[in-house]
């Protein structure tokens, strides 16, 4: 088990400094790709090379997944700086979860399935009382 172990270690790494990278910048492409870098470095201290490409694919999925819910709170009126304390939090319990074994994997995965739904679900954006000024 010793070398999925590391691998799925290096997943959720990955994915936490994806969520960490979108909660401190809050662009989706220079969050992945920050994290993306920093997942290949946290994977190469971990165990490898191997390890390495996989903590870049989690922290590529991580960062893409919470830039959905960044963009949300920051649209719908959230601070940065208390966006930034929230999602920094979570990224602290995915790093502590990627220890657990099979859990690594599973959050690089659902990170980015979590986005797809909420994005499904948001609403379409709503006029408000400007429709009202139109007569």
Do not use: C, K, N, Q
Not at 23 to 49: P, S
Not at 55 to 66: P, T
Not at 84 to 110: D, Q
């Amino acid at each position: 088990m010793g070398g999925w172990y590391w691998i799925g270690v290096s997943a959720g790494l990955g994915a936490a400094v994806g969520v960490l990278a979108a909660g401190i910048v809050g662009r989706a492409l220079l969050a992945a790709a920050l994290a993306a870098a920093a997942g290949v470095g946290l994977g190469l201290a971990v165990h490898g090379w191997g390890d390495g490409a996989v903590g870049a694919a989690g922290g590529l999925l991580g960062a893409l997944g919470a830039a959905t819910v960044v963009r949300g709170a920051l649209g719908r009126g959230g601070t940065r700086g208390g966006t930034g304390a929230l999602v920094g939090g979570a990224a602290l319990l995915i790093a502590g979860l990627a220890f657990v074994p099979v859990i690594g994997f599973v959050e690089a995965l659902a990170l980015p399935a979590l986005a797809a739904r909420l994005r499904r679900r948001s609403p379409e954006r709503y006029a408000g009382l400007r429709t009202l000024a139109r007569d």
